[in-house]
């Protein structure tokens, strides 16, 4: 049986890794080869590196290209900049497994398809930025527009499509705090879809993870920030929520 | 550390090649990525690795002119390794998107996942058989990334992954002769990957 994962989340600045608090304000943290290293060694089940600053410039390609040198042997995920098929593909070609598209599915939702004929409809995952009004209002978080708009829509043409395999929710208040995620977005989402959702932003209670983990339409969490404060911290998260549903930390040094 | 034999990744034009490159020189190989057949053919180990779609794959390796090259390094038992996309290629003929010819180095087809569209993650493989290579693998945790999965006959099929409590599983290994079919990426499985890639190229090899 599939296994729900625990994914280090590298988020990326002028190509280096940045502690975000959401996504507004930034402090350094250093390379992003050196954090995505710790994970490898660390046993984190999938890697994504999201670069926040790429709208006009593209997809950082040399940054791609020096974490794959690496050889790394966890799976790797990059986001940022994808703004047609062209950058998806080359995306993949310098060494990533998995495509974070945002703007582009809002933007020209047509590009999807070519890029799903391409790389296929597995290796895509979109972004989905919400905010949570004072009316408890639940809205998308436009990041190139700097707006908020309605979600119903836009969502429900997205997912017409059947050309993204999964969601990452991302809690855009939330994102680089201790307060924990926001469970009202699964519960708006599910309205929408039954696709597997990934969550990111405020994840660092055990208690939330565990009941994160426990939902049926979960298939992931994301952690950053919490996770560079200790040494084999995923280990210490796997081992201490005990779940059946994740995989064990495996031991270090095949190669 | 003692150099090993040597192994060609064909590049064909989509794929995550350095991931795989890196992985095999990490194992101690030879490794090259190429499409010249002069380059490949000096490599004691094919590898054709894959992410992305059936149609499109195909259309590459007979742009660069590689199917009759890997049809015949087949017949001539010439170890292959195929991951994901590329194990799928091995196949007769493969329903995503549109009907396409594959290789057919390997008996079957490749369909949708039955009542899952997606397979997506770590699960573990389980050895068909007991006597072959991914038994000392059994019950250890692989990557996957598919949408479409390998259907064929028994004798071919040699691991499997359960995808529910209610006996669907898809398959996750094949072979026939020296050609080896894995739809999970041991290069991005960490150690229980590496440990299986590295028995597999070595038993190919002998």
């Known amino acids: 049986m599939l296994k729900k994962r625990i994914i280090a989340t590298i988020v990326v600045k002028n190509s280096i890794a940045v502690q975000s608090f959401a996504y507004a304000k930034w ?3 250093g390379k992003p080869q050196c954090l995505a290293e710790n994970f490898d060694r660390w046993g984190a089940d999938e890697i994504v590196l999201l670069s926040i600053d790429r709208k006009d410039e593209g997809p950082d390609l040399e940054l791609i290209k020096s974490i794959s040198e690496l050889g790394l042997t966890t799976p790797f995920i990059y986001g940022g900049g994808i703004r047609n098929c062209k950058d998806a593909i080359e995306v993949i070609n310098s060494g990533a497994e998995r495509v974070v598209l945002d703007n582009v599915i809002f933007k020209n939702i047509s590009e999807v398809d070519l890029i799903a004929e391409v790389i296929g409809v597995q290796a895509i995952l979109a972004s989905i930025p919400l905010i949570e009004e004072n009316n408890g209002k639940i809205l998308h978080y436009n990041y190139s527009m700097k707006k908020k708009e309605d979600i119903s829509l836009k969502l429900k043409e997205i997912i017409k499509k059947q050309k993204i395999s999964e969601i990452i929710l991302i809690d855009k208040e939330g994102e680089g705090s201790i307060n924990g995620f926001n469970e009202n977005f699964i519960n708006e989402i599910s309205n929408y879809t039954s696709l597997p959702i990934l969550v990111f932003g405020g994840i660092v209670n055990k208690k939330q993870i565990s009941r994160l983990l426990s939902k049926k339409q979960i298939s992931g969490i994301l952690i950053g920030n919490s996770l560079n404060y200790k040494e084999h911290s995923i280990k210490k998260i796997k081992t201490s929520i005990d779940s059946k549903q994740i995989r ?4 270090d040094g095949y190669k | 550390m003692l150099i090993k034999n040597s192994v060609a990744i064909i590049d064909y034009g989509v794929g995550n090649h350095l991931s795989v490159l890196q992985t095999l020189r990490n194992l101690g ?13 000096k490599a004691d180990v094919l590898v054709l690795p894959g992410v992305g779609a059936f149609p499109t794959a195909m259309h590459y390796l007979h742009k660069y002119d590689l199917v009759s090259y890997l049809k015949d390094a087949h017949k001539s038992r010439k170890p292959l390794i195929g991951i994901c996309l590329g194990m799928q290629l091995f196949a007769e003929y493969s329903k995503e998107i549109e009907l396409t010819e594959g290789l057919g180095l ?5 369909e949708p996942i039955k009542e899952k569209k997606w397979h997506i993650g770590w699960n573990s493989i389980e050895a068909s058989r007991e006597d072959n290579i991914f038994k000392l693998s059994d019950n250890e945790s692989m990557f996957f990334n598919h949408s479409y999965c390998y259907q064929g006959p028994k004798k071919f099929i040699f691991a499997r992954s359960s995808l529910d409590q209610r006996n669907n599983s898809i398959v996750s290994a094949i072979r026939k002769g020296k050609t080896i079919g894995l739809q999970f990426h041991p290069e991005k499985s960490q150690q229980s990957g590496l440990a299986l890639l590295d028995r597999i190229i070595n038993e190919v090899i002998t």
Not at chain 1, 248 to 251: C, F, K, P, R, S
Not at chain 2, 29 to 41: G, P, T
């Open chain 1, 27 to 29: 402090l350094p943290l």
């Open chain 1, 248 to 251: 064990a930390h495996q031991i």
């Open chain 2, 29 to 41: 190989y030879r490794a090259k990525i190429s499409r010249d057949k002069n380059e490949i053919d």
């Open chain 2, 106 to 110: 390997i008996p079957g087809s490749i």
